[in-house]
């Protein structure tokens, strides 16, 4: 179920938006905020850092589900492992909708010298219900806005995020 | 020769097919010191050597004798075995298995590679390793990444039957070494971030077919206890002693896996092995003791019933797994012979117990830094007697949810991980390689999906502060429960001891060491840099009348993890120094063997 939402979604953005993204080089300023979500200029998800380091909350919430559900393989921070690729990288080029497509439905590289393979999480409420804020946390390290740390301060839970993970996850 | 007399005695086992045989057979065979015939060497799991060619004064002069590349590049944990002529070398997944003739050039007799669907190598917690293989009855078992158990023709690598332990797409997968006991090949199993509700099994040598499973956790009939004569520090454990710990069905998800390695003593009959964290890691969402995970069991070998049971970290708050591997050894504890059980668990503590009754004897810190508790109660007349004391403050469970939890030591990862300590009888102390790693730990509310990550804790891990060694390796008395002496290391040392007759003991790390330090003094006789990262077992064996040390190099693992990338550096910006350096400023994937020996 959130699998086939999330590959119809990711389908769409391509369709709509695959070439501008193509690069993957778009700017990450936000433009513009929606109940608490920050928006860059082709209305990704992107991270807000204040000049006193406060963090928006997408880039903290994802601080806390990377560290659960990603570090194991992509190591603390998003700088990799002996066998999976550091996304700090990775987000430096990679779209929005490649992503959430390579989140959603995992991936493969077996060769006759190496077998990493991803799971797909698109049915995986804890990763599938806060792939924004995965996104908005491993696009801050990408950009070097939020460093090797924790960060220390955040805004506010948005009441638009918690209905979303409400509705997401279930009864809490 | 041996060969011949070896073909002799597989065809008197066939035709009388005795449990008693094979048992004697093993037995006997691990106690010829020029071999070894089981992952630790010995049922008493004491990874110790009569081999004393290679000694304290000499071991200086060591060179490499002979190398191996596996032609796999991921973390390699465990270490070959050495039967009669042939030495068995096992890689992560794929699981590979190479049969070398050391009579004839060590060159491939076979080589076995399984089938396997590629989709379990994400379902495996901490990288695709294995352990080792198990010798029994002229096969080879090896326990593959996707649970199945497939017993080889140790002559010519042909399967003989295979079994499926377990369920990969619920998360199930197979890292642990067999271990062969009688008529029997037992196995764990691992997925305590995936909420398996893990056992061990016991198959038959001959058929592969199951005898009995015990689980970890669950109604009193599938934890295989007899709620009168199966004890806990002396005592009955009682009826639904295990689902009285938990709330609802959580048991059916609860982990308690069991990936360690397990010993055996024959005179009682007893396996021994621990049971790992309770799934998830947020204590909050699971109130109650747990059991049994984080648990030493004392199960007969025939039947499978538990003998004892010992809960070291109830109600878990920070995956301190209880796998590791439980030491046997004889020794005098005021002023009576003991027959003992000496077991460094990931939270922290060294635990000596009788392992006639379970009674628990010592539980001491291994490395001065643990801080989550002030000690276990020993007060036999106490309500919470044989309880570690939990520190508000580093309780995660007490702090709750959605609460950082900062400074804990040790980390997740324990004061020690799967990588077994060696036990020497001369000198009487255990020889222990140790992460000294400290973390933050926040858990917070996850959901269940069958086959994924049911972790629900975020971490960060960093040296205790003021330190910037991440590993020691260490001896310790397991009688008093004091170090011996310690030497630091700049990373967790993630690699399986050695002890020997000559005075030497030998472990790798994880920059890719070699090392051989005097047992007595800890003072470091020499040191070789093999091709990666060691978080493989030291093993030694006697060929042509000569002493060999050989050890699989390949970083990986859950080292591989956080060290790769270096461990979070609270100084981050003010100029990174010594122990937090990235491991991978020192070395690169690549399994390999290397193989050491003395000068012609």
Known sequence: MHKIWLVAATMALVASGGTVFADGAVDPTAIKSEDGKYLDKEGSPTFKVASDGTVDWYTYSGYRRYHSECHVCHGPDGMGSTYAPALKDSLKTMSYPDFLGAVASGRKNVSSSQENVMPAFGDNPNVACYMDDL???????????VGRVRPAKHEDKPPAAQQAEDSCMGKR | MRKVLFATCLGAMATFAGAAAANDELSKMSQDPKGWVMPAGSYDNQRYSKLKQINAANVGKLQVA?????????????????VGNTMYVHTPFPNKVYALDLSDENKIVWKYEPKQDPNVIPVMCCDTVNRGVAYGDGKIFLHQADTTLVALDAKTGKAEWTTKNGDPDKGATGTSAPLVVKDKVLIGISGGEFGVQCHVTAYDLKSGKQVWRAFSEGPDDQIMVDPEKTTVLGKPVGKDSSLKTWQGDQWKIGGGCTWGWMAYDPGLNLVYYGSGNPSTWNPKQRPGDNKWSMTIFARDADTGVAKWVYQMTPHDEWDYDGVNEMILSDQQVGGAARKLLTHFDRNGLGYTLDRATGELLVAEKYDPKVNWTSGVDMDKNSPTYGRPKVLDQYST????????????????????????????????????????????????????????PYVGATLSMYPPPGESNMGNFIAWDGKTGKIAWSNKEQFSVWSGALATAGGVVFYGTLEGYLKAVDAKTGKELYKFKTPSGIIGNVTTYEHGGKQYVAVLSGVGGWAGIGLAAGLTDPTAGLGAVGGYAALSNYTALGGNLTVFALPQ
């Open chain 1, 135 to 145: 996104y908005v946390y491993l696009r801050a390290r990408a950009s070097d806005a």
């Open chain 2, 397 to 452: 469970d007490k702090q709750g949810e959605d609460h950082n939890n900062k400074g804990i030591c040790p980390a997740a990862l324990g004061t020690k991980d799967e990588q077994p300590a060696a036990y020497s009888p001369e000198t009487q102390l255990f020889y222990v390689p140790t992460n000294h790693v400290c973390m933050d730990y926040e858990p917070f509310k996850v959901s269940y999906t069958a086959g994924q």
């Open chain 2, 66 to 82: 002979w190398t191996f590349s596996t032609g796999v590049l991921r973390g390699h944990e465990g270490g070959p075995l050495i």
